[in-house]
């Protein structure tokens, strides 16, 4: 070939395009690597770039540009390093090599600009990159490591594909098939480690290993905490002591190996200098992770049970606290080997003992409270209190009791999920519409609270966003929880048996307006605390009868006051802002319900009549009374600010 014919055949090449259009991938492409930026190399690019030789002047190298062209690495047997360079001029770099282990593990550094790692089968081998054929994309930007760490691969020829994606860069590229990877790249670099970091990951058979690094930059003692595993993971603390990418038997300064799902963790005091942490897949597993590294915080120093201090730290860094759903997990952690011992029950009690430092919502920590510590009603329901040895049937039935609302009041009829919402329209005494119970004076409590005073309901209520609602009381003022479910009781027709009973709508629903009935089921349950004043029986019948002074105070968490009839008294409260409800006698007028409570309403200017409700609810609304009936009929009247 004459310099005219060569210069004519580089110029040819040098100008065809190197990718056109992307080829789609197969589900065969790893979940997580693969990125739009990167498109597939196009068969038409491939055969346009079949050029085999170097430019005396530039130096370009075709050799490796296409699979048919790609450099022969021979079998891969322990680790391969070798350099090559892509940029403008030289986008792709192609390298064979023939695996016999079922591992990959493949890294691409030393880079000056931003290229890309991508792992291909020529299944067909046809020469050229089809649909389905990319096993494995790493694409990080800027100058960042890239790394292909895959298993359960089967014995064959494969391509490493090394492209540039901006600029121009030199690189370094390392393979090895090792079980342990024994490559060292930066995935994730956490700078000079100071506190807490925390991070969340994915490990399987496409990517088998996470690499973090950080520097100490004085001497102290690193903790590192691998947890919420489901299958088998390992954590290694390494120090790549000569630098040179690869783990030697020396650069381990520790490791936690444990089997099964079982939490990693590492303690270890380390020099000021630079570390990588390895989460490492065993035996094909698949499995989300939780992973610490801290220089020192509150779990590591307060907490023993690995698995607890390292869930509680991830739940306290990730969101600034701990929240319902993580106590749940953080309790049910305790129970990971069938059984609570005193270690994992003395972590819980000391996080919820701490819950205003770990942003632990209150309510949270009074649930979790009654589940680790005691509370009267674990007895009363047969469930017991928590001790070291409990098992996880009874921490599970607590869970349930408290945080679910499973722990449903013995009534009669048939519990059934009850549609609709918490609120309909707002609030209003008049949703109040009382059942085949006699706690009148529970409901009149509640109407009377919701005339004057609806954020006080509305704030009794969580939305716990799982079918359950987590309903406030007040006991001497302190705030205390209970957790109820949808699950109401009802007759065989589909109504309600108790609260919403008049409400003509079947338990299905979507109109159905549920807070009176979820809160006076809730009273039902916190009764059995044995601080309400009612009967500590989980059952409806047990809060027959009462006084509304006692659960005005419940409701609102302020005093309340029993008083004698006045007229001008009660006008006073009620234009003052004051609930009121009213006792009658036992004995009284025709209309006018006997050993009743009634929620005081106001007064209608038009008539000149007082307006009371009656909680049996109905269609009627508000039965007007003139001052002397009200006298006659009404023995006293309860009122809370």
């Given amino acids: 070939m004459n310099n005219a014919t060569l210069n004519t055949t580089l110029s040819t090449a040098l100008n065809s395009p190197l990718q056109t259009q992307p080829i789609p991938l197969s589900s065969g492409v790893l979940p997580g690597l693969q990125s739009s930026r990167v498109q597939p190399i196009s068969s038409s690019a491939l055969t346009s770039n079949l050029v085999t030789v170097i ?22 047997s322990g680790p391969m390093s070798l350099t090559g360079w892509v940029g403008s001029t030289d986008t792709i770099d192609f390298y064979k090599v023939n695996v016999n282990s079922s591992r990959l593990n493949i890294s691409l550094t030393g880079l000056a600009a931003d290229a890309d790692l991508r792992l291909i089968q020529d299944v067909n081998q046809n020469g050229l990159v089809d649909y389905g054929e990319i096993l494995a994309t790493s694409n ?13 691969l089967t014995a064959g020829s494969y391509f490493i594909e090394v492209l540039q994606f901006s600029g121009d860069t030199s ?17 994730t670099d956490l700078g000079n480690l100071s506190g807490t970091q925390i991070f969340s990951g994915h490990i399987d058979n496409k990517n088998t290993t996470d690499i973090y690094k950080f520097t100490a930059s004085t001497i102290y003692n690193v903790n590192i905490s691998l947890t919420g595993l489901s299958a088998d993971a390992d954590v290694r603390l390494i120090r790549d002591t000569n630098n040179n990418g690869l783990l030697d038997s020396t650069d381990v300064v520790v490791s936690s190996l444990r089997g099964g799902s079982a939490a990693e963790k590492i303690n270890a005091s380390i020099p000021g200098l630079t570390y990588f942490v390895q989460v490492n897949q065993f035996s094909n597993s698949d499995t989300n992770y939780h992973l610490g590294i801290s220089s020192g915080d509150w779990f590591n120093t307060n907490l023993v049970d690995d698995e607890i201090m390292g869930e509680a730290r991830y739940a306290y860094y990730n969101g600034g606290g701990i929240d319902r759903n993580e106590m749940i997990g953080l309790l049910r952690d305790a129970k990971d080997y069938g059984a609570i011992d005193s270690s994992e029950l003395s972590d819980l009690r000391k996080i919820v003992g701490n819950a205003a430092g770990l942003g632990i919502a209150d309510y949270v920590r009074v649930l979790a409270g009654k589940v680790v510590n005691s509370d009267p ?37 048939t519990y059934q999920y009850a549609s609709g919402a918490l609120f309909q329209n707002g609030i209003s005494y008049r949703d109040v519409d009382q059942g085949q119970v006699g706690d009148c004076y529970f409901l009149a409590s509640l109407g009377a609270v919701a005339l004057k005073a609806p954020t006080n309901i509305s704030n009794m209520f969580t939305d716990n966003g799982d079918g359950s609602f987590t309903v406030r009381f007040f006991n001497n003022g302190v705030a205390d929880y209970v957790t109820v479910d949808r699950y109401l009781p009802t007759y065989p027709g589909g109504g309600f048996m108790y609260a919403n009973d008049s409400s003509g709508l079947a338990y299905n629903n979507a109109n159905n307006e549920l807070w009176v009935a979820l809160a006076e089921k809730a009273y039902v349950q916190m009764s059995q605390s044995g601080w309400t004043g009612q009967d500590v029986g989980n059952t409806y019948e047990s809060i027959a009868g009462g006084w509304a002074k006692m659960t005005l105070e419940q409701i609102t968490g302020r005093s309340a006051t029993a008083n004698l009839m006045n007229l001008s008294n009660i006008w006073t409260a009620f234009t003052s802002g004051q609930s009121i409800a009213l006792h009658t006698n036992g004995t009284t007028e025709a209309g006018i319900v006997g050993n009743h ?42 009122a809370v600010a």
């Fill in 55 to 76: 430019d005396p002047i530039t130096h370009i190298d075709f050799r490796r540009n296409t699979l048919g062209s790609a450099q022969n690495l021979g079998s891969l």
């Fill in 140 to 152: 990080r930007f800027n100058m960042r490591d890239e790394t292909i760490n895959v298993s359960g």
């Fill in 171 to 187: 690189y370094k590229l390392r393979l090895s098939d090792a079980y342990v990877n024994d490559l060292i790249a930066v995935e």
């Fill in 377 to 413: 009603a674990n007895a009363r329901s047969g469930i017991g209190n928590l001790f070291s040895g409990s098992g996880s049937t009874q921490m599970e039935r607590l869970i349930g009791k408290w945080f679910l609302g499973t722990d449903r009041p013995t009534a009669a009829g």
């Fill in 597 to 638: 409570v009634y929620v005081f309403t106001g007064f209608n200017y038009t008539t000149g009549r007082y307006t009371v409700y009656n909680p049996w609810g109905g269609s009627d609304g508000p039965v007007e009374l003139t001052g002397a009936q009200l006298l006659n009929n009404f023995s006293q009247w309860d």
